[in-house]
C-alpha cells in the first residue's frame, strides 16, 4: 500500500468512528428534543457514516489487478464511488435537511429541554474538529512540502478530497445547528430551528456540488499532478542517450499513472542499443516514481 492509500484509509476511518458516535448520540436528542436541525444533523451523520464505507469500498476496488477486459486495472474505481458519495451527500443530507427544515417552518413543533441538544452539539463539534484534525493530518503526509492551497488545487486523491469536504460541511453545519438552535431557546420561537435545518441543507448542497465537480474532471480523465509530471520530465531530460525530450502524457488511474513520452535519441544508436536504453529508462522512471503503472516510450525524430 503506497503511502498516499494508507493516508486515505486512516482519514477514512477517522471520519467514521467519530460520525458514527455522532449520529447515535443526535439521534437520541433529537427525539428527546423534537428539533429539526438536530434530527438533520442526525441524518447527516448517518449518510456520513454511509459515504465512509463507499469510499472505502472505491479504495479496495480501484486496487484490483488488471484483466483482459480492464488492461489498464480498476484505479477509477475510487472517482466512481467518491462521485457517488457526492451525490449522496448532496440528496440524503441537502435536500432531506431542507426538506424537514421547510415542514418545521410550516408546522413548528413545541421544542423539549434543549440545552440537552446544545451539549450533545457541542460534544460533536469537537469530536468532529478530531476528525477533520486526523484528516488534515494526513493530508500534511501526502503534500511534500507543498502549500495547502497548492495541494488542493493539484491533487487527485479523490478519496482525501471527498472527506476533507463531508470534514467541512458536518463541521459547519454543527456550528450552524448549534447558533439557531440557541436562538429558538433563547427567542422561544422553534422556527429558528427550522431556519437551521434549511441552512445545514444549503451548505450540504453546496459542498456536494463542488465535490462533485472535482470528481467529475477525475472520471473524465486527468493529467497526472503538476510536480509529479515535471520531475519525470527532469529525469528523462537528464539521459545522456535522450537528444530531446519531444512530447510527454500523463493519464491518472486512481493511485496509478499512465505514461506516454515521446523522444528523439542520439543519432548513431543502433535499433538494438537504442530499445535496451528505453527499457532501461522505464525501469529508472518506474523504480523513481512508483506511481508510474505503465510507461510507453516511442523514439522519434518530431513531435
Known amino acids: 500500500m503506497s503511502s498516499q492509500e494508507g493516508s486515505s484509509v486512516k482519514a477514512i476511518l477517522y471520519a467514521f468512528v467519530a460520525n458514527l458516535g455522532i449520529a447515535v448520540t443526535k439521534t437520541g436528542a433529537a427525539i428527546y428534543t423534537n428539533s429539526g436541525s438536530m434530527l438533520a444533523e442526525a441524518i ?17 476496488r480501484s486496487e484490483r489487478p488488471a484483466t483482459a477486459e480492464h488492461p489498464l486495472g480498476y484505479g477509477k474505481a ?33 421544542l423539549n429541554k434543549v440545552w440537552i441538544g446544545l451539549l450533545v452539539l457541542g460534544i460533536a463539534i469537537l469530536l468532529e ?48 445547528a448549534f447558533c439557531f438552535l440557541s436562538l429558538a431557546w433563547y427567542t422561544h420561537d422553534p422556527r429558528f430551528d427550522a431556519l437551521g435545518s434549511i441552512s445545514i441543507g444549503i451548505v450540504l448542497i453546496f459542498v456536494a456540488v463542488f465535490v462533485g465537480v472535482r470528481i467529475a474532471s477525475l472520471l473524465l480523465g486527468k493529467s497526472a499532478e503538476p510536480l509529479l509530471e ?11 542517450q535522450i537528444e530531446r525530450l519531444l512530447n510527454t502524457i500523463t493519464l491518472r488511474f486512481g493511485p496509478k499513472v499512465l ?10 544508436l543502433s535499433i538494438d542499443e537504442a530499445v535496451e536504453h528505453i527499457n532501461a529508462l522505464e525501469r529508472r522512471l518506474k523504480e523513481n516514481f512508483p506511481e508510474i503503472g505503465w510507461c510507453f516510450m516511442e523514439p522519434d525524430v518530431t513531435d
Open 44 to 60: 447527516h451523520s448517518y449518510a456520513d457514516c454511509f459515504n465512509q464505507v463507499l469510499l472505502y469500498v472505491g479504495l479496495k
Open 78 to 110: 475510487s472517482y466512481f464511488w467518491s462521485f457517488i458519495v457526492a451525490l449522496m451527500l448532496f440528496s440524503m443530507g441537502g435536500l432531506f435537511s431542507i426538506y424537514e427544515g421547510w415542514h418545521k417552518l410550516h408546522e413548528p413543533a413545541e
Open 129 to 176: 474538529s478530531g476528525s477533520l484534525y486526523g484528516c488534515l493530518s494526513e493530508i500534511r503526509k501526502v503534500r511534500e512540502g507543498r502549500a495547502f492551497g497548492e495541494w488542493f488545487k493539484n491533487t487527485r486523491n479523490a478519496e482525501l478530497v471527498v472527506v476533507l469536504g463531508e470534514d467541512i460541511a458536518a463541521l459547519i453545519g454543527l456550528v450552524l
Open 230 to 240: 515535471q520531475k519525470i520530465r527532469d529525469l528523462i531530460s537528464a539521459d545522456p
Open 259 to 268: 505514461l506516454a513520452a515521446k523522444l528523439k535519441m542520439n543519432s548513431g
